[in-house]
């Protein structure tokens, strides 16, 4: 489940702006090294997904 921060957001054409979140480099940085973990976890189980990603 979506924490809050991340739920609340807008849309602008093809972009989706969070409303909550602060968008600066160290969470652009945390948001590519995790978009980076699920492209790595295509094609393996959630839970070595989940062990990944804690």
């Given at each position: 489940?979506?924490?809050?921060?991340?739920?609340?957001?807008?849309?602008?054409?093809?972009?989706?702006?969070?409303?909550?979140?602060?968008?600066?480099?160290?969470?652009?940085?945390?948001a590519a090294?995790?978009?980076?973990?699920?492209?790595?976890?295509?094609?393996?189980?959630?839970?070595?997904?989940?062990?990944?990603?804690?």
């Amino acid at each position: 489940m979506l924490p809050t921060d991340l739920l609340i957001s807008r849309q602008n054409g093809e972009e989706i702006i969070p409303k909550r979140l602060l968008i600066n480099n160290q969470t652009c940085a945390m948001a590519a090294e995790l978009i980076c973990c699920f492209i790595e976890a295509t094609g393996t189980t959630q839970g070595e997904l989940d062990r990944k990603l804690s």
